[in-house]
């Protein structure tokens, strides 16, 4: 291997996290939005939004993915397993959020 290859994919897994605790932090706050707003009608609208943001996210998820799965990267296990961990709490909540709205509406 390279050795500006596990440079590069440390690179790509920091940007890929950095973008994904983003994406997590605007979701939870689409949620929490969702849950204080009983009888607004635009509320339906803001699961869009989490889910255009889990969308657009979608390069730094498979970022996370790759750099998770490839060995040899220079990142530790600890950092592999957070990254696909933080990638996991984004779905699952968007998927969430995506049930609540199916179920009360």
Request: include cysteine.
């Amino acid at each position: 291997m390279r050795k500006w290859m596990p440079r590069a994919f440390c690179g790509v897994w920091w940007v890929s996290v950095v973008w994904l605790a983003l994406a997590a932090a605007v979701i939870v706050y689409c949620l929490g939005w969702w849950l204080s707003n009983k009888h607004n009608p635009a509320r339906y609208e803001i699961g869009i939004v989490g889910a255009l943001v889990l969308l657009y996210s979608f390069p730094a998820g498979l970022g996370v993915l790759i750099v998770g799965f490839t060995p040899r990267t220079g990142l530790s296990t600890r950092r592999r397993i957070g990254g696909i961990a933080l990638l996991v709490f984004c779905i699952g909540i968007e998927t969430l959020l995506d049930y609540l709205q199916a179920r009360y509406r």
